[in-house]
Structures are given as structure tokens and as C-alpha cells.
């Protein structure tokens, strides 16, 4: 099944809002929506770092 466009997706959340969300209510969800769509875009595409990679930096940067 093929993704929904960002209009669908966008009309799906804002549907499942209270009645009394704000403007920056729904701008704050449409944000991390997107970035959750960046996210699984990133996934995908085999732009990710290991669990183990990044144990490994952080190691590095507080020695």
C-alpha cells in the first residue's frame, strides 16, 4: 500500500485533534509529523547509524 500524500496525512491528523487545538497545536504536530516521515525516509534509504557506532562516538567525544 503506498504511503498517503503529505495533504492526506496532514488532513488525518488534524482530524484527530480536539475541537480546541490551537494553531500551534496543529503546526507543533504537522512539525513532528514531518520529521517522522524524514526519519523513515532516512531508514530507507540506508541513512542510519548503529547503536554500537554511536556508543563508540560518544566514547570518543567524552574521553
Known amino acids: 500500500m503506498a504511503a498517503p500524500s503529505a495533504k492526506q496525512a496532514s488532513l488525518r491528523l488534524i482530524e ?3 475541537e480546541d487545538a ?6 507543533y504536530e504537522l512539525h513532528f ?3 517522522v516521515e524524514r526519519g523513515r525516509s ?7 547509524v548503529s547503536h554500537e557506532q554511536v556508543r563508540e562516538e560518544f566514547e570518543e567525544w567524552l574521553s
Open 16 to 18: 484527530r485533534l480536539d
Open 22 to 27: 490551537t494553531f500551534e497545536d496543529i503546526l
Open 33 to 35: 509529523l514531518r520529521k
Open 42 to 48: 532516512d531508514v530507507e534509504e540506508g541513512r542510519t
